[in-house]
Each structure stands twice: as C-alpha cells, then as structure tokens.
C-alpha cells in the first residue's frame, strides 16, 4: 500500500489544492456566521439583556465586519491556508505567528470536542437506549474521512450543513413575519413590534446587561474567520473573498438580528423561557407539531458543521505551523489528494479525547472549555487587526504592495476593535461559568512561551546548519 504522503520538495503534492468553488466559499463563510449558539443559546441571552441583546449583536457585529475587513485586505495581499498565523510572524512577529497558531488550533480542538458531545447528547432525543459516546465517535469517523477524502468533499458537505442553518432561519423569519403583519392566529393576537420596548423598555436591565450578553454574543461569532483558512483552497480567491468578506454585515443583520427581532417581536422577550430554544418555541405556534424534532436535527447539524470546520482549519494550520518550523515537519506533508493528512490525523486524533469524555466529564464542563475556546478567537480577532497594521506599515515603507480591497477606518478602527475585545475578555471574569477560561488562559499563554524557546533554538540550529 502506497504512503499517504511524499517527501517535502516533491513537485507534484507539496502544495494545497485549489478546489474550493466560489459556493462553497460563500456558505462556508454563512455557516461559520451562524452557530449552535443562536439556535440554542438564544434563549438565554435573551433572558440576560432583553431586546436589548440587539444592541450586543449590532456592536459586536459592527466589531467583526472591521475584523473580516482587515482579514480580507490581508488575504488580497497573501491568499494563503492558515493565515493567522502567516500575517502574525510576518507582520508582528515570530512568537505572535507562533502563539495564534497553536492557540487558533487548541481553540477548534476544544470545540470539536464539545461538538461531538452535543451530537451525541441529541442523538439521544430520538434514540435514548444507545451510549452517549457512540454517535460521538461515528460522528468524528465520518468527519475525518471526508476531510481527508478531497477539499472539495469537505466544501460540499459544509455547503450542504450552511444551507439547512440558512433554511431554518430564513423560514423563522419569514414565518414570524407573516403572523405579526396578517395577525395569524392566537400568536398573531399579542405579535406586535412594539413588544420590543414595550415591557420594562428596550434596555430592561440597563445598558449593563447589553454589555454583560456580549461575551455570548461573541461566542456566536466565533467561525467567521474561517474564510481567512478557505483562502489557500479558493479556486478564484480575488474574485470570491472581497464577495464573501463584505458578506459578513448583511449575514448579521438578517441572521441575528432578523430572526432575535422577530422572535421579541412574536411574544414579549419576559416569557420566553432560557432554557427552551425560542425556535421551537415559534415553529410550534407556527403549527409546526414537529417542532422540536426539527430544531434537535438543525442543531446536530450546527454541530456536526462546527466539528468539520475544526477538522479542516486544524489540518490547515499544523501544516502552515510544520511549514514554519513551528510544529513537527511531518504535519507539513500533503496527500495525493493534495490535503494536510498527518495535520487532520493528528487533530482529529486529539479531538477523540471527546469521545472519553462522555464517560467522566459533567455537562458543566463543556461550558468551561468553549468559555475557554472564546479566549483563542479573542486572541486570533486582535491579532488579524494589529496584523493589519504591521501590513499597512510595511505598503507605506513600499516593502508590501498594496490591495484595492482596504479596510476602512485604519488605524484607528484597528486599536479600538482591539479594546473592545479585551473588553469582552474582562466580562468574562463576570460570570463564574466562564471565568475559568481567564485562570486557563495565562498557563496556557505560559506553556507556549516555554515551547516557543525550544522551537526558537530548534530553528536556529537549523538555519546554522544549512
């Protein structure tokens, strides 16, 4: 049986394959606006800041429209897998292309892990006799062998995944809209848009919990920055990225915005219950009497989709880490397929710990380790916008050449992003749920630094040597 991979310097397989079409790119980068979060976490969010939860998703919204921004000017200049990383080391500096790398893909190991979980956990609502674990691992197995198949097929089943999402919201909307303007039944009796200030006002607890939800907010947010991973795959990426990028502020207006609005418009914000999804909640009273067998499908495929795209930007960025020196040289190898094989296995591998930890881990501590995956994007989000100024830096001194695709608002735009998100960081140490990724975050910052001084003589030695 032939080896999965060649040597380095073959010319044939040492590079990805450019075989993402623009479709796939453009729902790649819809899936990765829309998560588990706001299918599921709705409802708690809501319950924390009121209609006043629009205000966090358009802040936060208006903060990730600049950060796509300013990725999408950076993937103009250099269109290249595991971008983070790449713009870090060159235009900040080596242990930032270092510390983004490993930490973007600690942040998707974590939350495939607690993906596949889910899978499993909702499996059950259908088949509660089978093991928890058992729907995770099938669920795993069947992800890696699509990711390390071809591109194309992970690009077509994450097409598929980002269709169904859009579908569900596109027809909550549509729905609610129909019963608030034709006053359909019962529900349409009480559906009015003034439901939205009309209890207790729009900011019911204050500009306080719109600040508060933001950590949520962001948490739903996390993925669409996964285009900037797509960009060394697109077919056509000066054509198909700028589209995509400046996709992002209408994904959030009629995705988040649209359907919360319509949701506080069907019933007042106060009666929706936190720990009922309020989609099922408006599919029943649409007459939809499978409402929640719907919604239990939408979201295993959210997470199911999550998992994929973990799999797919982890093989990416081992494979940009092994071509910098920074992770063993084997992850830089491709397949005759043309994909990152050892760098999905490897991922892939390590997110099977999932799998174990159906046995032994509480449903408490799925909470803590994407608290702790928010810290990674965080991270990742504030080093695309100092990034961005390093690349704007070097297109003035003429060491860089400049794109049409700019981001607007620089410099200044970069740095207040960048408070904003250190911002949302600090109200993590609010809630005690999610506080634990502040006492997480620094040991794990510490351990890259240590690892960072071993990399740093191991490339030396290196370069001495050649």
């Given at each position: 049986m ?62 990730v ?8 000017e ?78 194309r ?62 950590q ?27 589209r995509?990028?400046?996709?992002i ?12 609005a ?149 410099p ?11 911002m949302?960081a ?41």
């Amino acid at each position: 049986m032939s080896s999965p991979s060649q040597p380095l310097d073959a010319p044939d397989d040492g590079h990805l394959a450019r075989k993402l079409k623009s479709r796939h790119i453009h729902m790649i980068a819809i899936g990765g606006a829309i998560g588990v979060g706001l299918f599921l976490g709705s409802g708690k969010a809501i319950s924390t800041a009121g209609p006043g939860l629009l205000l966090s998703y358009a802040v936060g919204g208006i903060a990730v429209f600049f950060i796509m921004r300013a990725l999408g000017e950076l993937l103009m200049h250099r269109p290249v897998a595991g971008s983070f990383a790449t713009y870090a080391e060159e235009y900040v500096s080596p242990f930032a292309g270092f510390v983004t790398g490993w930490s973007y893909w600690f942040m998707w190991v974590v939350i495939g892990m607690a993906e596949i979980t889910a899978v499993g956990v909702y499996i059950h609502y259908w088949l509660p006799d089978i093991p928890q674990w058992l729907p995770a691992l099938i669920t795993l197995a069947v992800l890696y062998i699509v990711n390390v198949v071809a591109v194309r097929l992970f690009g077509e089943l994450e097409f598929w995944f980002a269709l169904i999402k859009v579908v569900t919201i596109v027809a909550l909307i549509l729905g609610g809209l129909a019963i608030i303007v034709f006053r359909i039944g019962e529900l349409g009796q009480q559906a009015s848009f003034s439901n939205l200030w009309a209890h207790d006002g729009f900011l019911p607890f204050g500009i306080m919990g719109a600040v508060l939800a933001l950590q949520m907010v962001m948490f739903a947010y996390q993925g669409v920055e996964l285009i900037g991973v797509t960009a060394g795959e697109a077919e056509n990426p000066e054509e198909v990225l700028p589209r995509a990028t400046n996709g992002i502020i209408w994904r959030i207006l009629i995705f988040y915005l649209g359907a919360l609005a319509v949701i506080m418009a069907l019933l007042p914000w106060n009666q929706l219950n936190p720990d009922v999804s309020p989609f099922v909640y408006v599919f029943d009273k649409l007459g939809l009497s499978i409402a929640a067998d719907v919604i239990n499908f939408v979201v295993i495929t959210a997470a199911a989709s999550s998992c994929n795209s973990g799999i797919f930007s982890n093989g990416r960025m081992l494979f940009t880490l092994a071509r910098s020196g920074q992770a063993p040289r084997i992850f830089g190898k491709v397949s005759r397929n043309h994909v990152p094989f050892y760098g999905i296995t490897a991922s892939a591998a390590v997110m099977s710990i999932g799998v174990l930890l159906n046995y032994v881990v509480p449903k408490q501590a799925f909470i803590w380790i994407t608290s702790i995956s928010l810290v990674g994007s965080l991270w990742t989000w504030s080093i695309i916008m100092i990034a961005h100024l390093g690349y704007r830096r070097a297109v003035a001194q003429g060491k860089a050449k400049r794109v049409d695709f700019r981001m607007p608002g620089a410099p200044v735009a970069n740095w207040v992003v960048v408070a904003f998100l250190i911002m949302v960081a600090v109200f993590l140490g609010f809630d005690p749920s999610t506080r634990v990724a502040l006492y997480v975050a620094p040991i794990w910052f510490g351990l890259l630094a240590i690892a960072y001084q071993f990399v740093g003589r191991q490339r030396t030695l290196a370069l001495n040597a050649s």
